[in-house]
């Protein structure tokens, strides 16, 4: 990786995160925290700086919806980690056909970083982008490699594909080095976790130490690939170590196997209850809403050999310890300061 020379002379690559104090974003930024690097980390919120951080670590607080905000943004940067998307509301990814506020984030912002560092004239700018595994749409096998043709299903998917191919039409075009991260179901939270988790696995978890049932709209044999937001963010770490090898094309990540949810939401009642010493919450399957979309019914495992053979990645916490880590993190309160 080439770096550019800072402001005091130093050569070190400088690696601007946006979206730095969201849940996948905070997690990329400790990871990269701990790396002999120059770290921008940007957020319309605070960020907090990763303790005892071996990195040169810089925050900004930006919009980076205001026209121009994003080139100053960027300014400089070898590689920028896009890790930004819209969440409607407080609680889920869902997206309303037609949300014009949606698109402006998940595309728009895209199209702004593409046309920044068209502006810079510096080709060799790395975009790391986190793409969606569910961008391919549901498969008959349920298993994902990367060379699925992509048939997204819901309007979320449908806008992390465009903003996909924004990028990678961009990197064709020799603008710059563009590579996407698809990822799977993501979820978890660590001792130094600083953003909420909005995820399935993590809200079921919240259920269960508020003494609420944990609920399914199936019968519990769907499976998902789940991915611990740590693996996640030594992924993106191990990328900046090859994007030349990666730029171009979508990578999936995935721990390789899919779990069964209802096991899965059965284990996460049984550690709640270890941590909170009451009984466990049932676990029980419910009539589906009307939005519904046929991903939430779709079993996914992902193969992620393709990545592996590039960066030598793989995911390293099993599941029941991520479970674990994740029921402890929650059932101590600690999500209770978060925005």
């Known amino acids: 990786m080439t770096a550019t020379t800072g402001q005091t002379g130093d050569t070190r690559p400088l690696v ?17 925290a701990r790396h002999d690097l120059r770290v921008r980390a940007v957020s319309r919120r605070p960020v907090t700086v990763p ?8 925050t900004r607080s930006v919009d980076l919806t205001v026209p121009g905000a994003m080139a100053g943004a960027i300014e400089g940067a070898d590689v920028v980690v896009h890790s930004i998307a819209y969440i409607a509301g407080s609680s889920t990814w869902r997206i309303t056909d037609g949300d014009t506020g949606a698109e402006r984030v998940n595309v728009g912002l895209v199209r702004d970083l593409v046309e920044a560092v068209r502006a810079s004239g510096r080709p060799d700018t790395a975009v790391l982008f986190t793409g969606s595994v569910s961008a391919a749409g549901p498969s008959e096998r349920g298993v994902y490699d990367g060379t699925e043709p ?23 075009e020799g603008v710059l080095r563009g590579i996407s991260l698809r ?17 399935i696995v993590s809200s079921m978890v919240r259920r269960a130490v508020a003494g609420e049932p944990i609920t399914m709209w199936h ?17 993106f770490a191990a990328a900046l170590g090859h994007l030349d ?21 059965t284990t996460v009642a049984r550690l709640v209850a270890e941590r909170t010493g009451k ?10 809403p009307a939005h519904a979309e046929a991903r ?20 390293e916490v099993p599941l029941d310890e991520a479970l674990d880590r994740t029921t402890a993190f929650s059932a101590s309160g600690a999500e209770e300061h978060f925005g």
């Open 51 to 58: 303790a005892g951080a071996r990195a040169e670590v810089e």
């Open 279 to 288: 009984p466990p919450v049932a676990v029980r399957s419910v009539e589906p």
């Open 16 to 32: 601007v995160v946006l979206g730095a104090a969201g849940f996948v974003g905070s997690a990329v930024l400790r990871e990269l």
């Open 183 to 199: 990822l799977p179901t993501v979820f978890g939270y660590g001792p130094d976790s600083t953003a909420r988790d909005k995820g």
């Open 245 to 265: 090898a990666l730029a171009g094309r979508h990578w999936v990540l995935g721990s390789g196997h899919g779990a069964e949810l209802g096991p899965v939401f």
């Open 296 to 315: 939430d019914f779709a079993s996914v495992t992902v193969d992620p050999r393709a990545f592996h053979e590039v960066t030598g990645w793989r995911a």
């Open 150 to 172: 992509d048939e997204p299903q819901g309007e979320y998917d449908r806008q992390k594909l465009a903003a996909e191919r924004v990028l990678l039409a961009a990197s064709a």
């Open 219 to 235: 019968d519990g044999t769907v499976r998902r690939d789940l991915l611990y937001v740590e693996d996640v963010a030594r992924a």
